[in-house]
Nanobody, 120 residues
Framework: QVQLVESGGGLVQPGGSLRLSCAAS????????MGWYRQAPGKERELVAA???????NYADSVKGRFTISRDNAKNTLYLQMNSLKPEDTAVYYC??????????????WGQGTQVSVSS
């Protein structure tokens, strides 16, 4: 069974930092584009940052200069380094990835979500 497992969320004070991780299960062929999304209470899910298999990145304007997305293809793992966190960054963060299960066959998968809370 293909899975994305997230970790690293928690409660942090404004100005603090957190690092999220998203690990894909081992029974896959490869990973294509990956991304982090977030959903705050009462709001729609939004893209935070994305990265292609070649390392090209894209960020939401609200996190540019504060968040950094990266990936370790050898470990099938995606990261999100979040610095200078603000209360408005509070949300459930989800990992998304296009996973190639076997050659030429891919699907999009979601992680279970990890809560990030920024509060004093």
């Amino acid at each position: 069974q293909v899975q994305l497992v997230e970790s690293g969320g928690g409660l942090v004070q404004p100005g603090g930092s957190l690092r999220l991780s998203c690990a894909a299960s081992r029974n896959i062929f490869s990973l294509n584009a990956m991304g982090w999304y977030r959903q705050a209470p009462g709001k729609e899910r939004e893209l935070v940052a994305a990265i292609t298999s070649g390392g090209i990145t894209n960020y939401a304007d609200s996190v540019k200069g504060r968040f950094t997305i990266s990936r370790d293809n050898a470990k099938n793992t995606l990261y999100l380094q979040m610095n200078s966190l603000k209360p408005e960054d509070t949300a459930v963060y989800y990992c998304n990835a296009e996973i190639v299960v076997v050659p030429k066959i891919s699907n999009y998968y979601w992680g279970q979500g990890t809560q990030v809370s920024v509060s004093s």
